[in-house]
Each structure stands twice: as structure tokens, then as C-alpha cells.
């Protein structure tokens, strides 16, 4: 049965529409065929090529509206009550924007099939106050795009020149109303937070939805369910968790840090409690997905998804992450490293939510490293991954927590090499000693991204390269591997 608990109500670019459609159809669908907006291209239809790229604003506490860019072919229709979808379309006006201009100025549209979600996504990054208006940004914001034409260089000019053009125009300034004094937005926009207001008092008024009968599929950023079950999803009843209240930031709560699982990459990366533990997370972010990917996926999706290579869940791994899972008025707690029971197994009931993510503080005394080889540095799953924690106490390991990726049908705690750490000096002998270790807690085998001989390699690589970052003045790549010959 398919679950249309009740109309879903939002702003589509400048019109207040109401979609009776099932909250699982994709957006990217709706606006093609329901609203024959089909300036927002179908491409991959797994968040990979940007060109169904769109603008999602949502509505903050302070009054003002957010907006991030997405991938609209991973967005369920359901997700967009009480918010504002903007299309390429929803961009135009009666000239050419300056990011439109600088596209046809520079020559960046060959075939031209990429270029509303390029134009989309450059915009995006110029409604992003924590973007430079440089290449950073600029190549940040098109992190999600790609052009099978090969047209780049036209693209990357056409960026900086629009970037260029308004920098002076957006300096210290409100972003949305200085984008809409340059032309480079619609003027609509500067009233979409009080129509944004009006929607919401009228949606809380309304009759709440009844619940789901039966056993609904749970959903949140959808960024691989979408992939593995597109099709299926808008004929069967969903869970919609990002239909419940606002994602809060990180918390400390009794000496542990404590996460929403709904938190997506690029919030985590963006928290002010986890950069202050982890200040190269956003480095790590920019190696596992594009943009607007990271807008969408979840930590508790990549962690109940149970993809062996799921990069933030080897992390988390390594930080000793406990879930808190909920059905119904009942709560318990289970450690991630022995959340997984098999390939795709899970020490969960089918209606349990995992609605917490939880792991200690790391104080003065801890180190860690998260390392990631794939057949593409960017934007490409992982063959191997690892991640490690470790705290010293007067030159000694007091606890090691080490976690691989891609090596065993799960992601993998390496319980007897964190162990063996214990009360040892990070020296070249003591890798030495632990590689023999490690490489005896998971077989590997061969798949399409690399042989389990490569995969094992990459371990022992792996792991060395935590010792060799964190411990640059004892231990040195070179030395270590002259050692193991």
C-alpha cells in the first residue's frame, strides 16, 4: 500500500503548490513530470552527476531561510513540506543572472545537457556564506557536477568570473538580499522566509497524519536506498525521519559527545563541538562525496546501511561509538562495534530506530587518523579505509581503538590489535608487531575494486600511515618499510 498520509505542501521556485502524490517519489520526478520543469536533468539517478542538482530551503529558528544544494534524484517528495524547492527555472528573471552571463561569456555549455545543474550548484555556493568567493569555493560548490564534454576549464572561468563580478556586492552583507539586489537571484526570494512562516502555522493547524500501518521502510538521507531500491520506494509505505523536528547541533553530555544519527556529513564536518575534536574533519569530508551528497547522507544511514567500506562508520568505529536505538517508549544501548552480526546483519529489530550516536570525549592526550584509498581520490567509495584512536600516557598507548573498512563483510573493529597497543611505545618494532597482528583478523576477498592480496596490502599500508602521520619524529614511512622487507 502506498503510504499518502496527507498532501504535502511547499514552495516550488515562486508558486505555493500541494503535491498528492507518496511522500517516497522523488523530487527530481515530481518537478519532470508533475510540473514539466524538466530544466532539472535526469542522469545517473544515484547522486553522482549533478545535473538534477536543486536548491532546498528550510526555515530556521532565527527567521531566515537556509538553503544547501541536493541532488534532487535522492530527495523524497515527502521531505519537502513546509519548504522551499528551487529549479533552474526558479532562478530566472527577465535578464541573465551573473552566473548565467559568465556561462555564456566564457563558453561553458558544449552539449549543454550539464549546465542548469552547474548554474544551479555555482548559485548554491553563492547563497553559502562559509564559501570563499574563490577557486576553494568555487570548485567546493561544483564538487557534485560533472561534464562529459570535458568543458572545465570554461566552467571553472565562467564560476570565477561570476564570483568576481559580485564579491564586492556581497561582502558583509546579508547573502540572499544582496544576491537579489545583484540580479543574481529572483527578487521573490527576499519574501520566501514569511511565506516559509505562513506555510508552517497553517501545516501545524492542520490534523496530524495517522501513523503507518504495518512495517514501514525507515528513511533518512537516502543517498544508497534510493540507488538499491529507487523504484520500489514510491509503492510502499516510508518512515520519513527527517519529517521530524530540526537536526540540533553536537552536544556534550557526560563526558561524551552526542549526535542526532539523522546529522548528515556536512553538518558533522561543520559542527562547532566536532571540529573542535576533530579539526580535520572537514579535510576527511571532502574525500568521501560531493556537496550536495553530504547534504543528504546520514551517520546512522551509512551506519545501518552496513556497507562494509562506509567511510563515517569506520571512523566512528575507531571513536568508540555507542547507538542509542528506540521503538516505541522503549531505549537501549548498543556498542557500534558490536552492532554487526554478519554482511547486512544488524543487532536491531526491524522497527528500531537509531535515533543517537554517542562517543567520549577526546581529551589532550588523544590522537586520530582516518585514512582512505579508493579508485578515485575524490568522490568515489572506498577500497580500503581505517581509522584509529589512540591515548598516550607518558609516552605509552594507554587505549587503542583501530577499525578497517573493505577488508571483511563488515565494517571491522580490530579487537586483538587494539589490544596488543596497550602499554606498548609507538615504535618502528612495535608496527612491525602489530601488523602481524592485525593481518591475521580478516580474510578479504576479491571483488571489482581490487584482489584480497591488494586489499590486505592496503591494510598493512593503511595502518602504517596512522603510525607514520601521528608519530612523525620515531617513525618514518620509509624505515617502516624497509623493516618489513
Not at 130 to 156: E, V, W
Not at 362 to 385: F, G, H, M, Q
Not at 403 to 420: C, D, H, I, R
Request: glycine share 8%; proline share 5%.
Amino acid at each position: 500500500m502506498v503510504n499518502i498520509a496527507h498532501p504535502i505542501h511547499f514552495i516550488l521556485n515562486d508558486v505555493t503548490v500541494r503535491a498528492d502524490e507518496a511522500p517516497g517519489m522523488l523530487a527530481l520526478d515530481y518537478v519532470r513530470r508533475q510540473q514539466l520543469l524538466t530544466g532539472t536533468k535526469e542522469g545517473c539517478k544515484e547522486g553522482d552527476c549533478g545535473a538534477c542538482t536543486v536548491i532546498l530551503g528550510e526555515l530556521n529558528q532565527a527567521g531566515t531561510v537556509d538553503y544547501t544544494p541536493m541532488t534532487s534524484c535522492l530527495l523524497p517528495l515527502g521531505e519537502l513540506a513546509g519548504k522551499h524547492l528551487v529549479t533552474i527555472e526558479g532562478l530566472n528573471s527577465a535578464e541573465l543572472s551573473p552566473v548565467q552571463s559568465a556561462m555564456v561569456d566564457c563558453g561553458g555549455t558544449q552539449c549543454g545537457y550539464c549546465t542548469p545543474g552547474f548554474v544551479v550548484a555555482m548559485t548554491a555556493g553563492l547563497m553559502a556564506p562559509k564559501l570563499p568567493l574563490n577557486m576553494d569555493g568555487l570548485l567546493y560548490a561544483i564538487s557534485g557536477n560533472l561534464c562529459r564534454c570535458t568543458g572545465y576549464n570554461s566552467i571553472k572561468q565562467a564560476g570565477i568570473q561570476a564570483m568576481s563580478a559580485l564579491a564586492g556586492k556581497l561582502e558583509h552583507k546579508e547573502r540572499i538580499a544582496a544576491l537579489s539586489d545583484a540580479g543574481a537571484l529572483p527578487d521573490y526570494f527576499k519574501g520566501i522566509p514569511q511565506r516559509l512562516q505562513a506555510l508552517s502555522d497553517a501545516m501545524d493547524a492542520s490534523p496530524a497524519s495517522n501513523d503507518n500501518d504495518g512495517q514501514p521502510l525507515i528513511l533518512a538521507g537516502g543517498t544508497d536506498l534510493y540507488v538499491q531500491r529507487g523504484e520500489e520506494i514510491p509503492e510502499i509505505d516510508i518512515t520519513l525521519l527527517n519529517q521530524r523536528a530540526g537536526v540540533a547541533p553536537a552536544v556534550l553530555c557526560d563526558g561524551m559527545i552526542c549526535l542526532d544519527a539523522r546529522m548528515t556529513f556536512e553538518a558533522f564536518a561543520d559542527d562547532p563541538l566536532i571540529v573542535s575534536q576533530l579539526p580535520q574533519m572537514e579535510e576527511y569530508n571532502l574525500i568521501i562525496s560531493s556537496w550536495p551528497v553530504r547534504t543528504r547522507a546520514s551517520l546512522g544511514g551509512n551506519i545501518c546501511n552496513a556497507s562494509p567500506i562506509a567511510d563515517m562508520t569506520c571512523l566512528l568505529l575507531a571513536l568508540e561509538s555507542v547507538l542509542v536505538m528506540r521503538r516505541g517508549d522503549q531505549e537501549r544501548e548498543v556498542a557500534l562495534k558490536d552492532f554487526y552480526l554478519g554482511y547486512k546483519q544488524l543487532q536491531k529489530e526491524a522497527d528500531e530506530v537509531v535515533t543517537e550516536i554517542r562517543f567520549p570525549v577526546l581529551n589532550e592526550d588523544c590522537l586520530v587518523n582516518w585514512e582512505k584509498v579508493s579508485k578515485r581520490k575524490w568522490l568515489d567509495i572506498a577500497t580500503v579505509n581505517a581509522a584509529i584512536k589512540l591515548t598516550l600516557d607518558a609516552g605509552r598507548i594507554e587505549s587503542a581503538h583501530l577499525a578497517l573498512g573493505g577488508v571483511a563483510a563488515t565494517p571491522l573493529y580490530l579487537a586483538k590489535s587494539s589490544a596488543y597497543l596497550v602499554g606498548k611505545e609507538p615504535t618502528t618494532q612495535c608496527v612491525q608487531e602489530l601488523l602481524s597482528i592485525a593481518l591475521t583478523e580478516f580474510e578479504p576477498i576479491s571483488d571489482v575494486r581490487g584482489s584480497a592480496i591488494y586489499k590486505r596490502l592496503l591494510a598493512r599500508q593503511l595502518i602504517c600511515a596512522h603510525f607514520a602521520k601521528l608519530f612523525p619524529t620515531t617513525i618514518q614511512m620509509e624505515v617502516l618499510h624497509e623493516a618489513l622487507r
